[in-house]
């Protein structure tokens, strides 16, 4: 699997639950009464992000983006004589 890097240049805000899930009995699925749940907002800068939740009154916690560390890998170490689990097909 490949994780990208496509649509991660935005700032989003995100409302904390304010009331715990539920369990439906009958069909076991979880639900909320809270509707701040369901809203995901993007902006395009930190500025702006932290202008809107200063102008709405909501407060806020920004979590800073973190550099992923890159794996070296190449093709030819699936055959190396030394792998944890051995090849097997």
Do not use: C
């Not at 890097?5 to 639900?31: C, N, Q």
Request: glycine share 4%; proline share 6%; charged share 25%.
């Amino acid at each position: 699997m490949q994780s990208g890097r496509g649509k991660s240049k935005h700032w989003v805000l995100v409302f904390e639950p304010a009331a715990a899930r539920t369990i439906d009995p009958l069909m076991g699925y979880t639900s909320s009464t809270d509707m701040n749940s369901q809203v995901k907002l993007k902006f395009d800068s930190l500025e702006e992000a932290e202008n809107y939740a200063q102008r709405k009154n909501i407060d806020y916690v920004v979590q800073q983006p973190h550099d992923s560390t890159p794996k070296k890998v190449a093709y030819s170490d699936n055959f190396k004589s030394d792998r944890r689990a051995p090849w097997t097909h």
